[in-house]
T-cell receptor, first 112, second 109 residues
């Protein structure tokens, strides 16, 4: 399977807890993106990496959010002190510059 | 300020009833317009990329076209399996894709 893999598929957490999601991109893609999608909305950009460098972060990405991509391979997105407003689908995508991105199936986060 | 606007928000068709979805954009320095299909609970699935006005691309019952200010996704003789949310996105000057809210298409037999 050469698609984008995300883990876990679903996560239910209590408000105030920390959560971490993982994304394994397509191996030959140097760019990796994180998006957030809520019901009835299109995906909203959070951050992206080119290889291991984090090149851009959206203002949506508060200081409770942090993303890493060690060695330019897989990436993790951590949310600290989760809030109910963080409930959403978190999507990872990989691609090459100026080409269409391949999305993973997403991690659905529910904060209770 | 909306940069990508899709219409209609929802569209209900009978099987075989052709129609079009619209995506209008206001970004400058367009470096690609993308169409994706998204099924409930899944990530978006890439359909097309268009780069310049006048360009057209086809895939099965779908055809995407691009002008300087909008793109259309034409669906010819749709089938129930074409039911999904169709997302439009633009790539502005090499930054991340900016998505519209999508059009939810329902095709009944």
């Amino acid at each position: 399977d050469t698609g984008v893999s995300q883990d876990p598929r679903h996560k239910i957490t209590k408000r105030g807890q920390n959560v971490t999601f993982r994304c394994d991109p397509i191996s030959e893609h140097n760019r990796l993106y994180w998006y957030r999608q809520t019901l009835g909305q299109g995906p909203e950009f959070l951050t992206y990496f080119q290889n291991e460098a984090q090149l851009e972060k959206s203002r949506l990405l508060s200081d409770r959010f942090s993303a890493e991509r060690p060695k330019g391979s897989f990436s993790t997105l951590e949310i600290q002190r989760t809030e109910q407003g963080d409930s959403a689908m978190y999507l990872c995508a990989s691609g090459r510059q100026d080409y269409g991105y391949t999305f993973g199936s997403g991690t659905r986060l529910t904060v209770v | 300020e909306d940069q990508v606007t899709q219409s209609p928000e929802a569209l209900r068709l009978q099987e075989g009833e052709s129609s079009s979805l619209n995506c209008s954009y206001t970004v400058s320095g367009l470096r690609g317009l993308f169409w994706y299909r998204q099924d409930p609970g899944k990530g978006p699935e890439f359909l097309f990329t268009l780069y310049s006005a006048g360009e057209e691309k086809e895939k099965e019952r779908l055809k995407a076209t691009l002008t300087k200010k909008e793109s259309f996704l034409h669906i010819t003789a749709p089938k129930p399996e074409d039911s999904a949310t169709y997302l439009c996105a633009v790539n502005q000057a090499g930054t991340a894709l900016i998505f519209g809210k999508g059009t939810t298409l329902s095709v009944s037999s």
